[in-house]
């Protein structure tokens, strides 16, 4: 097999089901179908529909938060595949989120050293004092 027979569609994930894609108008008259359906109906427009309540939960939430409007009649833009420069920018904002994070973390743990780094010395210049004092006291 030649990467001429994939381009084709001939190759092993042809036959692969393509991601169904709804319009709001879809969404919004199934909505309104499915609730206005008698409790033993509701199963015959899911099985009818090739749906799941997943589905209809999702889309009542969506008409709910004001995602779906009737003016919103086409069906959501294909997902477009990424420029490799697009993708390594995404990369390296990642990484600079994870470096900004472990900087934040590490300043913290800098911050907290230098503190009992400083009690250790004020602890130390005491110790000495008492033992200066205790010398003194002896003489």
């Not at 997902?79 to 590490?106: C, D, G, Y």
């Not at 008492?130 to 003489?139: L, P, Q, R, T």
Request: proline share 4%; no cysteine; net charge positive.
């Amino acid at each position: 097999m030649t990467s001429h027979d994939l381009q084709r569609g001939d190759g092993p994930r042809a036959d692969r089901p393509k991601r169904r894609t709804f319009t709001a108008a879809y969404k919004l008259r199934l909505v309104e179908e499915y609730d206005a359906a008698p409790d033993g109906e509701k199963g015959a427009v899911l099985r009818r529909e090739g749906l799941y309540e997943s589905s209809i939960s999702l889309w009542r939430r969506q008409r709910d938060n004001g995602e779906l409007t009737a003016s919103s009649e086409s069906a959501p833009a294909p997902r477009t595949r990424k420029t490799p420069e697009q993708a390594e920018l995404e990369r390296l904002r990642k990484e600079n989120e994870r470096l900004s994070r472990q900087k934040e973390r590490m300043e913290k743990k800098l911050a907290q050293t230098e503190a009992a780094l400083e009690i250790v010395g004020k602890w130390h210049a005491l110790l000495g004092m008492m033992s200066e004092g205790a010398d003194s006291d002896n003489s």
